[in-house]
Every structure is written in C-alpha cells, then in structure tokens.
T-cell receptor
Framework: DAEITQSPRHKITETGRQVTLACHQTWNHNNMFWYRQDLGHGLRLIHYSYGVQDTNKGEVSDGYSVSRSNTEDLPLTLESAASSQTSVYFC?????????????FGPGTRLLVL | AQSVAQPEDQVNVAEGNPLTVKCTYSVSGNPYLFWYVQYPNRGLQFLLKYITGDNLVKGSYGFEAEFNKSQTSFHLKKPSALVSDSALYFCAVTDKLIFGTGTRLQVFP
C-alpha cells in the first residue's frame, strides 16, 4: 500500500545544530507539504512543493529550508536549530488538481531543541 | 487576510447525543473545505470534503458537514456520538493551505 513516512519519529538536538527531517511518500503525488503543530496554533505551513525542483515558502518558513530533487522526498532542514523550533512536524502530500486536494499525512516527528 | 476559525477549543458531549464542531472561514473565491481528525500521536486523517455541489457532504465514521455560503461556515456533525470519536478535529481550506487551530472533542460514556 502507498504511504507517507517520516524519520526520525523523535529527535533531541542542541541549539545551533543543523537538523534534517526526512519525508518519503510512495503515492507518486506531485504536491508535498511541511507543517508544524503547536498548542494554540494548530497546523502552520512551513514550506511546500508542487513538483520536482519547485519549492515555496509558507507562513512560518524562517529558519527552515527544503529541496525537492525527486517526486518521493521532501527533506526539511533546520539550518541552526533554535528552542522556538521545538514542535511536532508533519509532512503531507496530495495529488493536486481541482478535485484532488486531499492531503495525506505522515505520522509526525517530535523535535526537542535544548 | 484569509483564515479559518474554530471558535471552540473543546467540545464535550455525552455518548449517544448529537455533536457539532464549528468552523467558519474567510477566504477569497470558492473554497475547498475539509475536515481532518487526529488521534493521539498520529498524523491527521481525512474525514470529508466539500468542493462543489450538494451542500451536505457525508464522510467517514458517520460524520457529515454542511456548507453554508451565506454564513461562511462548514460545521461538522454526527447524529450520535461515540466514545471512540474523541480526538482532535481540524477544519481546513486546503487549496489555500490554511488550517484551523483544532477542536478537541471529548465524548463521555
């Protein structure tokens, strides 16, 4: 069955370190998204991609970067981790198109920045 | 600014009673409206969506939602709540990539 996976599921890092969170989908979806979930804020969009070599900034993109070199993967990099980036991170994908906006979510990565 | 609002942080309902989780939106154009559910330590799961057509849409697990253009609302409903419905529910306008802040539904036996 097609799925979307995230790794690691849990990560503890120190302030200032570079961290990369992996996201891999086997749906063959064009669109991929990264969100962070924080209490009181719901889901907020970090970056998104509508295809290979396409990346776009979301609402809370500062301090994060992504690259899309193939259809299946959209890794999220925290360039220099900060305590404010402690959060739960969700990756999602969708097929795209007018009636295909349903997003499929990964299980999440819980990141703690000390 | 475009937004999605879920005015209630938590909704409590007794098992067997009807439930409503509220959502209002403020976006330009014709929105694609979605409801997702999140169980503890899991990612979000699709429940139902409104793209166009019949204002009443039916989804998974007996849930339904009514699109009301004049009130810019898309409330989630279920005629008879189950304890297993207890979870976090998100309203979203996914073509605008906007999610609400979530409503925790607690169903008591």
């Amino acid at each position: 069955d097609a799925e979307i996976t995230q790794s690691p599921r849990h990560k503890i890092t120190e302030t200032g370190r570079q961290v990369t969170l992996a996201c891999h989908q086997t749906w063959n979806h064009n669109n991929m998204f990264w969100y962070r979930q924080d209490l009181g804020h719901g889901l907020r969009l970090i970056h998104y991609s509508y295809g290979v070599q396409d990346t776009n900034k979301g609402e809370v993109s500062d301090g994060y970067s992504v690259s899309r070199s193939n259809t299946e993967d959209l890794p999220l990099t925290l360039e220099s981790a900060a305590s404010s980036q402690t959060s739960v991170y969700f990756c999602a994908s969708s097929e795209g198109g007018a009636d295909q906006e349903t997003q499929y979510f990964g299980p999440g990565t819980r990141l703690l920045v000390l | 600014a475009q937004s999605v609002a879920q005015p209630e942080d938590q909704v409590n309902v007794a098992e067997g009673n009807p439930l409503t989780v509220k959502c209002t939106y403020s976006v330009s154009g014709n929105p694609y409206l979605f409801w997702y559910v999140q169980y503890p330590n899991r990612g979000l799961q699709f429940l139902l969506k409104y793209i166009t057509g019949d204002n009443l849409v039916k989804g998974s697990y007996g849930f339904e939602a009514e699109f009301n253009k004049s009130q810019t609302s898309f409330h989630l409903k279920k005629p008879s709540a189950l304890v297993s419905d207890s979870a976090l529910y998100f309203c979203a306008v996914t073509d605008k990539l906007i999610f609400g802040t979530g409503t925790r539904l607690q169903v008591f036996p």
